[in-house]
């Protein structure tokens, strides 16, 4: 067994002890770098100075470990190290990778910390400097969480200044020039006269020095990239089709595979291929965990027949109907199901001794879905594994496919891809690991498994099932006090332990977007219950926060209302953190707030923090005969530091339009223990024809850099119930909307 396996499954017991102070890693255990994973193997004129860039007589490779799954981190990292290289776009190539300890994710660990981000105590600072420690010991390699700016702001600033410095100093070991007296521009030393230096062309000298370590990046001042507006670099294939996905990558004598497994989940009692293994181009058709698989010439006679295999599906392990599936959410709200009380400031029971408001919330489960479907290739041969496909999680896959294959996880590589969306969907193991179950029948041959999407839609894992129950009271017009309650299934449990992984502790995603919510209610109570789990489930776009900031913005909004104050006034009164006060004012001011509206018009605000970045987004609606019309969306989100305005414009946009198509269209219901929805016409995104006009603002108060691929979701469900309660007087507390009222 492998260093990598063995530690791996601590991983989350080591964090957990480290929280509560039971873990000190050695100073040299901390200190000590990873080594670089682009020293194996290098060509006699190549150079690496660090785990990001490579550089040999004919091209510059800029490594960008943080997978693209559609939302830019491809050009963003290279624009990180393009800054302090003075590349210019165009003058280099992007590479994802091999996995790697050297790219463990800082961010995430100190996002893995229970303490308000802007917390900066002395045991939030310690708690935080703790779980970096532990996810730098153990090579946590992971994209998701929106941390990938975050983890590699400073990084790949330091690690291009780095080489700039190097290669100014290989420049003046060739030509008897002092490093001071050279500078750097478009991949080229620049002498004192003029002439230019190409990185190319000094890659063997620079591999004969030790590298320069003592230099800072560049101050913001100085920026020609940071912060300005750059055409992505996947732009123009993405645009002409000639982006290569993972489902578009082939290999010399490749065979296709598509499989059927339980949809219920259980295992598989016995089945009939004789159909199957008689059609056109069938190599044949073989068990995998839980279910069959085909093998044929082409993915669609692969389809074909392992569709026409008849299958004697086992019960599953959860509740067959939905009616059984919330009846469990709501007899969980007890004390022996309580899995932590977040926050309580003030007394709640005493403020809530008299009369309540009370109000009942709920938020379905939901599929992933991205564009493109699941898909890997696999090669197995004696001396190692090959696999092709886009992953969040590199090093966790080269356990499981180990795990299967029987080979050590160094012996797997991952030759990671671009794909076609994620929203936590490749966070998840279960078809690598099929198509290496499939391909360890066939060794030596590669084998691709694409799933078909009615199966895709069988075996996700969907978004958490969630409820809330909320009391309140008001006085003198302001909120007085809120006691939150919101029982869930733990996705970060269910998916964590796919793996082998035990979470222990309570799990902080449940009240996300609400215990953490920059609000000084003078009583306040969180508390969050486990629901034993029932349909296992997985991350979705903005986890916890896109259900639990539903339920507390929208019950903020019914205290407000019931209080006689304005939305906005009464939130920024009660703003506790300068960031959320500053985004609730752009929005007002974008969005004209407390201006006159036609009458069926309507305007709903909604502030969520997630991810440590609070997002304020305004929705204006109409009430029309056929359906409420949603005209305007303005949103302002807190990200310290912009570092791309075209990106940041984009990955806005799409989270407001991801986050109201689900709320007003999607959920994912059992019946038979089987996912009723099978495919897009059943799981309907918002059209183009509904889609509002969407305004954003950066504000930049200077502080960490942040992410923005999730913030934008949470808020727009409340803050367009919160606008439809505003222009007909109707409140909506339950997902998706759809089933109260039509749209437009």
Not at 107 to 116: G, L, Y
Not at 362 to 388: D, K, S
Not at 487 to 496: G, T, Y
């Amino acid at each position: 067994m492998g260093r990598l396996k063995r530690i791996a499954r601590r991983t989350f017991l080591v964090g957990a002890a480290a929280l509560a102070g039971g873990v000190a890693f050695g100073a040299y255990m901390v200190r000590r770098p990873h080594d670089n994973p682009l020293a194996e193997g290098l060509g006699p004129d190549e150079v690496t100075f660090n785990p990001w860039i490579l550089i040999g007589p004919e091209r510059i490779t800029l490594i960008t470990p943080h997978v693209d799954l559609g939302q830019g981190t491809a050009h963003m990292q290279a624009m990180l190290l393009a800054e302090e290289m003075d590349l210019d776009p165009g003058g280099f190539e992007t590479d994802f990778g091999p996995p790697a300890a050297a790219y463990w994710n800082t961010a995430m660990a100190e996002d893995a910390a229970p303490f308000r981000s802007s917390d900066d105590g002395l045991m939030a600072r310690g708690t935080r400097t703790a779980m970096d420690a532990a996810f730098k010991v153990l090579g946590m390699q992971v994209t998701g969480g929106s941390t990938s700016s975050a983890d590699s702001f400073d990084k790949l600033r330091a690690a291009g200044a780095m080489a700039r410095e190097t290669l100014k100093l290989a420049a003046a070991q060739e030509t008897g020039i002092a490093v001071d007296r050279l500078s750097t521009g478009g991949g080229a030393v620049v002498l004192p006269d003029g002439n230019r230096l190409p990185y190319t062309a000094l890659a063997a000298t620079a591999a004969t020095l030790e590298p320069v370590t003592d230099v800072a990046p560049r101050a913001a001042s100085n920026w020609r990239l940071i912060g300005q507006e750059t055409e992505r670099l996947d732009i123009v294939a993405k645009s002409t089709g000639q982006q290569v996905f993972g489902i578009d990558v082939t290999v010399e004598g490749m065979v296709h595979a598509a499989v059927r497994v339980n949809p219920r989940r259980g295992g598989l009692n016995g089945y009939d291929a004789s159909e199957a293994e008689a059609m056109r181009g069938v190599q044949g058709i073989v068990e995998v965990t839980d279910g069959v698989a085909a093998i044929a010439d082409n993915t669609w006679r692969a389809f074909e027949a392992v569709n026409a295999v008849e299958c004697n599906w086992a019960a599953g392990p959860y509740p067959e109907e939905q009616a059984d599936h919330w009846a469990a959410v709501a007899a969980s709200f007890t004390e022996e199901r309580l899995d932590k009380e977040w926050r309580h400031d003030g007394d709640v029971p005493a403020a809530l001794s008299g009369e309540a408001i009370e109000a009942e919330y709920r938020a379905p489960y939901l599929a992933h879905q991205p564009l493109e479907p699941l898909n890997a290739i696999v090669r197995i041969t004696e001396g190692g594994v090959e696999v092709w496909t886009g992953h969040q999680m590199p090093r966790f896959l080269q356990q499981v496919v180990a795990g299967v294959t029987g080979h050590e996880p160094e012996q797997v590589m991952l030759h990671n891809q671009y794909t076609g969306g994620s929203f936590g969907h490749r966070l998840e193991l279960a078809h690598v690991r099929l198509a290496t179950e499939i391909a360890d029948q066939m060794r030596g041959t590669p084998v691709k498994l694409t799933f078909q999407r009615e199966e895709d839609f069988a075996h996700d894992f969907p978004r958490q099932i969630s409820m809330a129950r909320a009391r309140g009271a008001v006085s003198e017009g302001r909120i007085a006090a809120a006691d939150i309650q919101i029982a869930s299934v733990s996705a970060v449990r269910s998916q964590m332990g796919r793996i082998g992984q035990d979470v222990p502790g309570p799990d902080s995603q449940i009240p996300a977007g609400v215990w953490n919510a920059p609000y000084a209610i003078p009583n306040y109570r969180v508390r969050a219950y486990a629901v034993p789990e029932l349909a296992p489930t997985s991350s979705w776009r903005s986890v916890g926060a896109s259900s639990a900031g539903f339920f507390g913005e929208s019950f903020l909004d019914e205290l407000i209302h019931a209080a006689g104050a304005d939305p906005i006034e009464e939130r920024l009164r009660l703003a506790s953190d300068p960031r959320a006060g500053a985004v609730l004012e752009a929005v007002a001011e974008m969005s004209g707030w407390g201006r006159a509206l036609p009458e069926g018009r309507g305007l709903g605000v909604a502030m969520v923090e997630s991810f440590g970045v609070p997002t304020a987004e305004v929705i204006e609606v109409e009430a029309t005969d056929r359906g409420i019309r949603i005209h305007d969306v303005w949103v302002a989100a807190e990200v310290g530091t912009l570092l791309d305005p075209v990106n940041f414009e984009n990955q806005v946009q799409g989270g407001v339009i991801w986050g109201l198509g689900h709320a007003i269209n999607c959920e994912i219901t059992y019946a038979g223990g089987i996912a009723e929805q099978s495919n897009y016409d059943s799981h309907d995104g918002m059209r183009i024809w509904q889609a509002p006009r969407i305004a954003v603002r950066a504000v930049e108060l200077g502080g960490p850099v942040r992410g923005i691929g999730e913030p934008p979701v949470p808020p727009a469900a409340p803050a367009l119930a919160n606008a439809i309660f505003a222009a007909t007087g109707q409140r909506l507390r339950e997902m998706p909307f759809v089933r109260a009222m039509d749209f437009a």
